[in-house]
């Protein structure tokens, strides 16, 4: 068989000795190696006729089973099947004949096997994952218009129906999280048009204390400012570098700002709840509270929830918390 020859089916993964000289496109299929009687005739330097006698005492030796270390392939070069031996009648063989070139394929032929399966393992696990998100995500949006369409819930009813649907959004994103593949920035940023200063961030958590001290939500400590720290977090997210600034989209600006306030602790109590008061206070600022639709970008429940998650998080989740809540805004149809 032609080195250049296309392999049918499975995948083919290329063998190339240390040395240079031995060159090998191996088939990779059913968890093993595979190679033709004249490839490993070239890999260990010996006879054709050499190998085919070592392979036929592998056999009749029972050393292994020819039936499932054996397949027949149609190669287009060739007016018959040829035969191609698994990885393990080829390290069989390779021992009979005593080959260092063996050892050198089978190190690079366990190696390469494990990197396919876990690699292939992890795409299908994620295909399979994504294609029920998929299908349960088209699902809930077609009950959801039917149901309101048909008026068949009430206010109320329609409220459970959008967080439901915008749940299963919420999944795909978690799914996204947990394997890091979030975007590291958003896919239509949002240019700033406006900064948040120390002093209208400080009426702001002024006015939402006094809202929550009238309906007795919070205490004298809410609010109450620790050092400097609140001017250092205003400060970050608008720092540039060499001329470049850090965090150039209103989204960015935005989740670090909420992340910083909640992990930095910059008030004595109440860090959550002005972060998250923060957070939305400066995204109205910049034109960015409401989706193009008239709808809050960032509805209530899934805001709480955010600033729990980064709350508990470890320090070193710091850019996957960011990316979260970057994609979380830009779940917008746009």
């Not at 390469?112 to 998100?133: A, P």
Request: glycine fraction near 6%.
């Amino acid at each position: 068989m032609s080195e250049n020859d296309t392999l049918p089916g499975g995948e083919v993964a290329l063998f190339e000795a240390p040395d240079g000289q031995i060159r090998l496109d191996v088939r990779l299929e059913r968890e093993t190696a595979w190679l033709t009687q004249a490839q490993m005739a070239e890999l260990f330097g010996r006879e054709r006729s050499v190998i085919t006698k070592h392979i036929a005492n592998v056999f009749r030796e029972g050393e292994l089973d020819e039936e499932s270390n054996v397949q027949n392939l149609h190669i287009a070069s060739s007016d018959k099947p040829v035969r191609f031996f698994s990885l393990d009648v080829i390290i069989s063989v390779g021992y009979r004949v005593k080959s260092r070139r063996g050892t050198q394929f089978r190190i690079w032929a366990t190696r390469t096997l494990r990197d396919h399966l876990i690699q292939g393992y992890t795409l299908n696990e994620r295909r399979l994952r994504e294609k029920g998100l998929t299908e349960m995500e088209q699902a809930m949006r077609l009950l959801a218009r039917t149901l309101s369409a048909h008026a068949l819930v009430n206010e109320q009813g329609r409220a459970v129906l959008d967080v439901i649907t915008h749940y299963a959004r919420s999944w795909r994103l978690l799914l996204e999280y947990d394997e890091n593949r979030l975007p590291d920035a958003p896919i239509h940023p949002a240019c700033p048009v406006a900064v948040l200063s120390v002093d209208n961030a400080r009426r702001a958590a002024a006015g939402l204390k006094q809202s929550l001290l009238a309906k007795g939500e919070a205490t004298a400590l809410f609010g109450q400012e620790r050092g400097g720290a609140l001017d250092g977090i205003l400060a970050a997210i608008e720092q540039s570098f060499g001329g470049d600034v850090l965090y150039p989209s209103v989204e960015s600006r935005a989740a670090h700002l909420l992340y910083f306030v909640i992990k930095d602790h910059p008030f004595a109590d109440g860090n959550k709840r002005i972060g998250s008061f923060l957070f939305l206070f400066y995204l109205d600022l910049n034109g960015l509270l409401t989706r193009p639709d008239g709808l809050p970008r960032f509805a209530d429940n899934t805001l709480v929830a955010t600033a729990l998650l980064v709350a508990e998080s470890d320090p070193a989740q710091k850019e996957l918390l960011v990316r979260l809540i970057m994609s979380l805004l830009q779940d917008d149809g746009r």
